[in-house]
C-alpha cells in the first residue's frame, strides 16, 4: 500500500473541510478505495498509486480554488472532483488541462507543494520570461525573486524545454570575514550557495534531485566557474547579482548559446563588495534596457512573502538609507 502526504499550511482547514465536515465527508465517499486522514496542516492518503495520483490532481484542484477564490462550497467540491483528470495525473502543473487549477501555479513540487507567483510583480516575472530569453528580477530580500526563478527553471526541464538548469553565485561574504572554510572545494563553496538548493529542495523529490546533482543535469557553482563556457540548451540564474563586478557580469551574460533562458537576480540594497568596487549590476540594468530580448521586472516591498515583519523591516531601514 503507497502513502501520500499533503500539506494544507496555505489555507484554512475550517473551510477546506466544510461546516461539520461536510466536504470531507464527499471527498471520502468520491474515494472509497482510500483511506484519508487529516490532522492539522497535513493530509495522509494510503491506498494504490493510481488511485492516490488521481487524486492528488483533484485534491489540488480544490486547494487551488480555495486559495484563488478564498471560499468553497459544496457545489464547488462535487464539480471539481467530479471533473475527469488528466492522462498524467502526476504532472498537474504543465497539463493545464483542469479548468480549476490555478494560471498561476508554476510548478507542484514534493508531496503536492504548489509553487506559484503570489505578487503581481513575480507573475510579471512569469509573464516576461515567456517573451524574453534574458530577464533581471530586482528587488529586496524576501520577495521571492530567486524562489520565482528556480521554480521556472524547475518548470521548464520538467516540461523538456532545456536539459540542464545551471544557479551561480557571486562566492561574497556578506559584510563577514569567515576566514579559513575546512573541506574539499565543494564543501568550501555550499555555504554561499544554500538558498538555492533551499528552493530546490522545495521543487524536486530529495533522491531525483540527488540524482539531478550527480549527473550535472542541475548543476550550482560559483560565478567564476562560469568563465569559458557556452551555456546552452540550459536555463542559467545568477542570483545575488549585486555582487558581480562590471567584467563579471559582461563574462556571464556573453556565455549565452543560441537556446539558453538566463535569469539575473539581485538586490542593489545589499552589496558586500569591497567600498571601492562598483556593482556590475548598476551598470547592467543602465546599459541594457532598451534592448529587444531582455527585460526587467523590479520587485518591491508589496512582493515580500515572508514574515510579515520583513515587510516593515525593509521600509524601516528605507528610512535610513
Not at 496555505?10 to 470531507?24: K, T
Not at 490532481?57 to 472532483?81: G, M, P, T
Not at 557571486?170 to 559584510?175: K, L, Q, S
Not at 546533482?213 to 562560469?226: G, H, K, Y
Request: glycine fraction near 6%; hydrophobic fraction near 40%; charge should be neutral.
Amino acid at each position: 500500500m503507497n502513502e501520500l502526504k499533503l500539506s494544507i499550511e496555505q489555507i484554512d482547514p475550517a473551510v477546506l473541510w466544510g461546516p461539520n465536515n461536510d466536504h470531507f465527508e464527499i471527498i471520502k465517499k468520491q474515494y472509497p478505495k482510500l483511506k484519508i486522514v487529516a490532522r492539522g496542516s497535513e493530509v495522509k492518503v494510503l491506498g494504490d498509486e493510481n488511485e492516490l495520483n488521481i487524486f492528488q490532481e483533484k485534491f489540488n484542484a480544490l486547494v487551488q480554488h480555495l486559495e484563488k477564490y478564498e471560499s468553497l462550497n459544496v457545489n464547488d467540491v462535487e464539480r471539481i472532483l467530479g471533473a475527469r483528470p488528466t492522462a498524467n495525473a502526476t504532472n498537474t502543473a504543465e497539463s493545464g488541462t483542469d479548468k480549476f487549477a490555478s494560471s498561476e501555479v508554476i510548478v507542484f513540487g514534493p508531496n503536492g507543494i504548489m509553487v506559484k507567483a503570489r505578487t503581481p510583480n513575480q507573475r510579471r516575472m512569469v509573464d516576461s520570461l515567456a517573451k524574453s530569453d534574458i530577464l533581471f528580477a530586482i528587488g529586496p530580500a524576501g520577495t521571492g525573486k530567486t524562489y520565482t526563478a528556480v521554480a521556472l527553471a524547475v518548470r521548464a526541464l520538467k516540461n523538456k524545454e532545456i536539459k540542464r538548469i545551471i544557479l551561480t553565485r557571486p562566492a561574497v561574504e556578506a559584510g563577514e570575514n569567515l576566514g579559513f572554510l575546512p573541506g574539499d572545494l565543494k564543501e568550501k563553496i555550499d555555504p554561499y550557495l544554500r538558498p538555492l538548493y533551499d528552493a530546490l529542495d522545495d521543487m524536486i523529490p530529495a533522491e531525483k534531485l540527488k540524482l539531478y546533482l550527480e549527473n550535472r543535469t542541475i548543476e550550482i557553482a560559483p560565478l567564476a566557474f562560469m568563465r569559458g563556457r557556452t551555456l546552452d540548451n540550459c536555463f542559467v540564474i545568477l542570483d545575488e547579482a549585486q555582487n558581480a563586478t562590471d567584467m563579471q557580469l559582461k563574462m556571464f551574460l556573453t556565455r549565452m548559446g543560441p537556446s539558453a533562458k538566463f535569469i539575473v537576480t539581485g538586490d542593489v540594497t545589499q552589496i558586500d563588495l569591497p567600498k571601492k568596487q562598483q556593482s556590475g549590476l548598476y551598470t547592467a540594468l543602465r546599459i541594457l534596457t532598451d534592448i529587444k530580448g531582455i527585460d526587467i521586472v523590479y520587485l518591491s516591498g508589496e512582493d515580500v512573502v515572508r514574515h510579515k515583519l520583513v515587510k516593515r523591516i525593509l521600509e524601516a531601514y528605507g528610512d535610513i538609507q
